[in-house]
């Protein structure tokens, strides 16, 4: 298939996150913790840098602690796909508060770009939809992820789920901190809750 | 059905009621479970309570990883499992320490005391084991009787400790699985 017309993972996940407002950002293990951190740290930043396929189910529980707060997970193909079954989790539970968006680049990109499910079998929106997540979209222009980085902070209509194809480049690692303590706390800090 | 519990139990066990009231007291907001026989009657109360919200997963490694977002938005949260999800969970488990959130997690045991199945013994002979390997405390309760102190302490060490803690609810309490033709 054609490659040219891919978006740029740095500019979708930079549109998603250039009006956030108050919006708690998840990154998913690989990539997508780079993109957001590329988009500016954050004190509402979740870098995730293991645990793969637990960003979806760590939205979820942050959705569900916080309704009143958008929840956005960014994550890669193959982590999404690591935790599929997340989908169900949350398309019974339907946060309204909670918008996943995958950066499609059919590879694993950390690992040497190997082949993802994604590049020959696996519709990603089509799973979504059929867990019961009723806004599932295919991206594939900036101007879809603008639209959805406006959605993000409609709190009456999730879950979101949108699947962003992207181009396949790597980019620079723009490495955020990996203490995953601090991350933590740091959030907690920002959403009025002390140390214990 | 289950029988050959250690107690004659011809009535409803009231341990699950035990446990609902200490995760009442600790303020627990989110349930994530697997459906399990064990487990039935508390997830019952859970799905009644007003307070608390179950959530029914597809595998376990599923409510590791939400009960620290959930921590990571202010609610305490505890995983309802059996022994042989343990084993779903080994690899999420490690955020337990990464994010030193509050982890507590009772596991319905199976593979032990007349079970039938011998399916269900590797993962519940190790339970205990792997667990500990992931650095997580392991207390048992193995009669009604200690429902209630196991629970408080579990609980209190893990919320207001921050150590993982997990209860092995035995099968001597809960009764060994028996199918019958």
Known sequence: MSKANLLDRRQVVSALLADRKDVVAIGGLGASTNDITAAGDHARNFYLWGGMGGAAMIGLGLALAQPKLPVLVITGDGEMLMGMGSLATIGLQKPSNLSIVVLDNEAYGETGGQTSHTSAAADLVGVARACGIADSRAISTMAEVEAFAKAVHDLSAGPRFANVKIDSANVERILPSRDGTFIVNRIRGDLGFRPI | MHARADAADTTAPTWPDDIFATLQRFDVRQVPYVPDAGHSKLIQRVLASSTMRGIPLTTEQEGVALLAGAWTGGQRG???????????????????????????????????????????????????????????????????????????????????????????????????????K
């Open chain 2, 78 to 180: 505890v995983l309802l499992m059996q022994s042989s999800g343990v084993g779903n969970c080994i690899n999420m488990l490690s955020l337990i320490p990464i994010l030193r959130f509050p982890f507590l997690t009772l596991v319905t045991m199976r593979g032990e005391w007349g079970e039938f199945n011998p399916w269900q013994v590797p993962m519940g002979s190790t339970t205990q084991g792997v667990l500990e390997l992931s650095g997580i405390k392991v207390l048992r309760a193995s009669n009604a009787a200690e429902v209630p102190a196991v629970l408080e302490a579990a609980a209190a060490q893990a919320y207001n400790a921050l150590t993982p803690t997990a209860v092995l609810l035995s099968q001597r309490l809960i009764g060994a699985k028996v199918f019958t």
